[in-house]
Nanobody, 115 residues
Framework: QVQLVESGGGEVQAGGSLRLSCAVS????????MGWYRQGPGKQRELVAS???????HYPDSMKGRFTISRDNAKSTVYLQRSSLEPEDTAVYYC?????????WGKGTLVTVSS
C-alpha cells in the first residue's frame, strides 16, 4: 500500500520558517519524481516545487527564490523549506509522487501563517 505522509505543518508567525517532510512508503521512492503542492483558502491547488528522480528541481516562476525542495532517497523522504513566511503562504501543503502515469497524493498538512 502506497503511503505519503506529510508532517511539519502548524501555526507559524509571519517571518518565520518552515520545513515540511513527506515520508513515502510502498513504492520505489528513487524511481519517482516528487512534488509539493498547496491549496490556500478559496484557491485552487497549485504547484510549489518539484524534484526529479535524478534530483533536478523545478519551481514555478511565482515560487522561485521562496521555496527549496530536496529529497533523501535513503530515507524515502522529500522536504520543502521556506523562510520569511508570509500570511499568503497559509495553505494545506500536499506531497505528490509521479511516475509513468502513476500519481499518488498525501493527505496534506496545514500551515497557518499569522501576522
Amino acid at each position: 500500500q502506497v503511503q505519503l505522509v506529510e508532517s511539519g505543518g502548524g501555526e507559524v508567525q509571519a517571518g518565520g520558517s518552515l520545513r515540511l517532510s513527506c515520508a513515502v512508503s510502498g513504492l520505489t521512492f528513487s524511481m519517482y519524481a516528487m512534488g509539493w503542492y498547496r491549496q490556500g483558502p478559496g484557491k485552487q491547488r497549485e504547484l510549489v516545487a518539484s524534484i526529479s528522480k535524478e534530483g533536478f528541481t523545478h519551481y514555478p516562476d511565482s515560487m522561485k527564490g521562496r521555496f527549496t525542495i530536496s529529497r533523501d532517497n535513503a530515507k524515502s523522504t522529500v522536504y520543502l523549506q521556506r523562510s520569511s513566511l508570509e500570511p499568503e503562504d497559509t495553505a494545506v501543503y500536499y506531497c505528490n509522487a509521479l511516475r509513468a502515469g502513476l500519481n499518488y497524493w498525501g493527505k496534506g498538512t496545514l500551515v497557518t501563517v499569522s501576522s
